[in-house]
């Protein structure tokens, strides 16, 4: 398989449930990232790993919790979400900072 | 106000129409990125550039430094075409943190008709 995959496509969960994304890039990448796409707003970055380390965390709520064990794979733990988290979750990864990144088909996610 | 603003919002053209799609930035950059997301949700890289212009296929991408403008072309429009067309910058090194933080505008949505 290549490029960049997510799972699960499309997730229901509710508001006391405890769900996580999963990522994986097969692209030998050094960089992982989490965007939130909701409608009618820009992309919003959350967090961002370089060489399995956490170099960048968006201001965002501690109801999402990434994990990256290894620089292939990136998790997005979530619990306690709210229906205002309902949104498309990408995932991308690039081969250096300033290289381009490559997303993957992202999770659709719907709080009830 | 957005860093990066993108105009129009919504374009409808008809089939082998000359498309530009424009987009404008108010911050520094080290590179500006094109990107194309079609319906489903997957986004793929169409361009990343820093200066002048890179062309692919039927598809154009210029940026004027000193004028912070980059404007996406497309010649001979199909309908295949249709998707949203979105444009991000990357901030210099010295800027905010991470070398890697996208900024993002809110897209383009463009239909193109048979």
């Known amino acids: 398989e290549t490029g960049v995959t997510q799972t699960p496509r499309h997730l229901v969960m509710g508001m006391t449930n405890k769900k996580s994304l999963k990522c994986e890039q097969h692209l030998g990448h050094n960089a992982m990232y989490w965007y939130k796409q909701s409608a009618k707003k820009p992309l919003e970055l959350m967090f961002v790993?370089?060489?399995?380390?956490?170099?960048e965390n968006n201001s965002v709520p501690s109801r999402f919790s990434p994990e990256c064990p290894n620089s292939s794979h990136l998790f997005l733990h979530l619990h306690t979400l709210q229906p205002e988290d309902s949104a498309l979750y990408l995932c991308?990864?690039?081969?250096?900072?300033?290289?381009?990144?490559?997303f993957g088909p992202g999770t659709r996610l719907t709080v009830t | 106000k957005n860093e990066v603003e993108q105009s129009p919002q919504n374009l409808t053209a008809q089939e082998g129409e000359f498309i530009t799609i424009n987009c404008s930035y108010s911050v520094g950059i080290s590179a500006l990125h094109w990107l194309q997301q079609h319906p489903g949700g997957g986004i793929v890289s169409l361009f990343m550039l820093s200066s002048g212009k890179k062309k692919h296929g039927r598809l154009i991408a210029t940026i004027n430094i000193q004028e912070k403008h980059s404007s996406l072309h497309i010649t001979a429009s199909h309908p295949r075409d249709s998707a949203v067309y979105i444009c991000?910058?990357?901030?210099?090194?010295?800027?905010?943190?991470?070398?890697?933080?996208?900024?993002f505008g809110t897209g383009t949505l463009l239909a193109v008709q048979p």
């Open positions: 991308a990864s690039s081969q250096a900072a300033v290289y381009e990144q490559y």
């Open positions: 790993y370089n060489f399995k380390e956490q170099t």
């Open positions: 991000a910058v990357t901030p210099p090194l010295y800027y905010g943190g991470a070398t890697n933080k996208l900024i």
